[in-house]
């Protein structure tokens, strides 16, 4: 079954890098965009990066210049370079694949503090 496996979350200060992975298996994931999302407390759940097969990237304007996102079709990992962390970045980051038939799977979520 598909299979969305998030690390490489944690505590960082204010200024910091983090840079997350997410494993995939249980599908072909060259063929799925791959995407990030976060929530923080009491707000919705809000797309932070994606990554078309084709290459094409997408950014929240909150975070554009600051991450990056990127994917390794060999390892079937997707990951997320975060630079010049804010607390406002501050929310469980989600891994999520979607298929070409539209269809989306979603990891379990690590959590992202940016905190002096």
């Known amino acids: 079954q598909v299979q969305l496996v998030e690390s490489g979350g944690g505590l960082v200060q204010p200024g910091g890098s983090l840079r997350l992975s997410c494993a995939a298996s249980?599908?072909?994931?060259?063929?799925?965009?791959m995407s990030w999302y976060r929530q923080a407390p009491g707000k919705e759940r809000e797309l932070v990066a994606s990554?078309?097969?084709?290459?094409?990237?997408n950014y929240a304007d909150s975070v554009k210049g600051r991450f990056a996102i990127s994917r390794d079709n060999a390892k079937n990992t997707v990951y997320l370079q975060m630079n010049s962390l804010k607390p406002e970045d501050t929310a469980v980051y989600y891994c999520?694949?979607?298929?070409?038939?539209?269809?989306?799977?979603w990891g379990q979520g690590t959590q992202v503090t940016v905190s002096s």
């Open positions: 999520s694949a979607r298929s070409p038939a539209q269809l989306r799977f």
């Open positions: 249980g599908f072909r994931f060259s063929i799925y965009a």
């Open positions: 990554l078309s097969t084709t290459g094409v990237t």
